[in-house]
Nanobody, 123 residues
Framework: QVQLVESGGGLVQAGGSLRLSCAAS????????VGWVRQAPGKEREFVAA????????YYADYVKGRFTISRDNAKNTVDLQMNNLKLEDTAVYYC????????????????WGQGTQVTVSS
């Protein structure tokens, strides 16, 4: 069973950038879709971005499109999320999540989760 571990969170000023990384162990991600999901205090988890590993196809929520970029590294078995022009409303715990083959915008469809990493954007 694949396990996921996130890294790269932290505190950043509005307008700044952070890069999150999701490292997989226990297997290859080649048959998975890997996504980033976030949860702000008092809110539901929401889809941020995802990539279908086999095809490299990427998907984004409208509220991050043009600011966030998801990418994969085949050699390292990692998925990164480059976050630029961060806004206060991007503050949340960011989770890496995976499911077999196909991307879903429904966070409940993902069955493998990392522990999460905190991203805090300050004014």
């Amino acid at each position: 069973q694949v396990q996921l571990v996130e890294s790269g969170g932290g505190l950043v000023q509005a307008g700044g950038s952070l890069r999150l990384s999701c490292a997989a162990s226990g297997g290859t991600l080649s048959t998975y879709a890997v996504g980033w999901v976030r949860q702000a205090p008092g809110k539901e988890r929401e889809f941020v971005a995802a990539i279908r590993w086999s095809a490299g196809t990427t998907y984004y929520a409208d509220y991050v499109k043009g600011r966030f970029t998801i990418s994969r590294d085949n050699a390292k078995n990692t998925v990164d999320l480059q976050m630029n022009n961060l806004k206060l409303e991007d503050t949340a715990v960011y989770y890496c999540a995976a499911r077999a083959w196909y991307v879903s915008y429904n966070t409940a469809d993902y069955n493998i989760w990392g522990q999460g990493t905190q991203v805090t954007v300050s004014s």
